[in-house]
C-alpha cells in the first residue's frame, strides 16, 4: 500500500482524505480512496462503484456518510479510474471475468483491516458494484449489512436478445470477440458526448456539471463504452446471481422511478425474496440516485442508515 494521487478538491467530500494503490493478487494495481469518520465513528461503509466510475466521484456521497457518523472507502476497480486498464485501448471498458472484481475487493478487505478502520463495516453497491457486493456477501463478507443503488442484479436487453443472452455470451468467448465494442458503443466518454437534457443519470443540473468537470480536469479518469466482453461476463455473472438465495442479513435498496439502464424487474424479483430487505423507489429519480437532487440524496442515505441501524 502506497500513496496514490487524490483530487480531493474537485471531490468535495470530507476534509482528510487520501488514496493509495494497492496491488492485487494477480498483479493489476487498483485504488482505494478513503474520508474518515467524525469522532465517535460509527462504522465504515465501503461504497463500490458501478462502471466507468471512479474514487473521487463519491465525495459528495462521502460527506453524506460522514454527517451520519460512518467514514466512506471507495474503490477504482480495475478497467477504470486510474486503476490499471485491461486493454490496451484505454478507453474499452473491459474485463476478462467477473471473479476478478473480487480479486480487487480482497486486497481492499486486507487493506482496510491494516489500516484499523472503524467497524462494524458496511457495504453500499452501486450499479455494476451492486453485482460485485452481492457476490461478496452471498460468499461471506465482513459486512454487517448492506445497501444497494439502481443495482446490477441483471442487464437490460432488448427483448430477442434478453431470450438468448446465455447462449450469446458463451459465443462471445468462444469467437474471441471480447475486445470489440458492441454495435453503437464506442470509446466516447459519456458525460463528455451527451447533453443534460438527454442523459439517463440524473436530473440535477448541478451533479450533472460535477461530473463533467472531473473527466474535463482529469481526462484519464474517464471511460467509453463497455466491451462485448465485458456485457458477456455482467450477463452470467447476473444470471449466476440470480439462481442463488438472497442473503440473510439487513439490506435496502433503492432505485428511481425512471430509471432506463439497469433490469429494474430482476431488482424487484430479488427484494421480493430478501426476507430482512426493503426495496424503495425513489420519485422522479433516474440511475445516479446519490447524484441527484438533495432530497432524493437524503431519502436514499437515511435508507441506508436505518438498514445499518438495524445492525448495530
Not at 462503484?49 to 480495475?78: N, S
Not at 460485485?132 to 454487517?144: E, T, Y
Not at 441483471?154 to 458492441?182: S, W
Request: hydrophobic share 45%.
Amino acid at each position: 500500500m502506497t500513496p496514490a494521487p487524490f483530487y480531493a478538491d474537485m471531490a468535495r467530500g470530507p476534509d482528510g482524505g487520501q488514496a493509495f494503490w494497492l496491488r492485487t493478487a494477480d498483479g493489476v494495481r487498483i485504488r482505494m480512496g478513503i474520508w474518515p469518520a467524525p469522532p465517535s465513528a460509527r462504522g465504515t461503509v465501503f461504497l463500490l462503484p458501478g462502471r466507468t466510475e471512479y474514487i473521487e466521484k463519491y465525495g459528495p456521497a462521502a460527506a453524506d456518510f460522514a454527517a451520519r457518523g460512518f467514514a466512506t472507502l471507495a474503490i477504482d476497480w480495475r478497467g477504470q479510474g486510474l486503476a490499471d486498464r485491461a486493454l490496451e485501448d484505454r478507453m474499452k471498458g473491459h474485463v476478462s471475468h467477473f471473479d476478478a472484481f473480487q480479486s480487487d475487493l480482497d486486497e481492499v478487505i486486507e487493506n482496510a483491516a491494516l489500516l484499523g478502520l472503524p467497524r462494524p463495516w458496511f457495504v453500499v453497491g452501486h450499479s455494476m458494484g451492486g453485482a460485485i457486493a452481492l457476490r461478496r456477501i452471498m460468499d461471506g463478507s465482513p459486512f454487517a449489512a448492506c445497501a444497494f443503488s439502481a443495482p446490477m442484479f441483471g442487464l437490460k436487453l432488448p427483448p430477442p436478445l434478453h431470450l438468448i443472452r446465455k447462449p450469446l455470451a458463451k459465443l462471445i468467448r468462444q469467437m474471441r470477440l471480447t475486445g470489440l465494442f458492441p454495435p453503437g458503443m464506442g470509446p466516447e466518454c459519456y458525460v463528455l458526448k451527451t447533453r443534460f437534457e438527454d442523459n439517463l443519470l440524473t436530473k440535477d443540473r448541478e451533479m450533472w456539471a460535477f461530473l463533467v468537470d472531473h473527466v474535463t480536469r482529469v481526462p484519464k479518469l474517464a471511460l467509453g463504452g463497455p466491451t462485448l466482453g465485458w456485457a458477456a461476463e455482467s450477463v452470467l455473472e447476473c444470471d449466476r446471481l440470480a439462481m442463488r438465495p438472497a442473503p440473510d442479513m439487513h439490506c435496502y435498496c433503492s432505485v428511481g422511478t425512471d430509471e432506463r439502464i439497469i433490469d429494474v424487474a430482476a431488482v424487484d424479483y430479488r427484494m421480493r425474496g430478501w426476507r430482512r430487505g426493503v426495496l424503495d423507489w425513489i420519485d422522479g429519480a433516474e440511475h445516479e440516485v446519490m447524484m441527484d437532487s438533495a432530497a432524493r440524496r437524503k431519502q436514499f442515505f437515511d435508507g441506508c442508515v436505518a438498514a445499518f441501524e438495524k445492525a448495530l
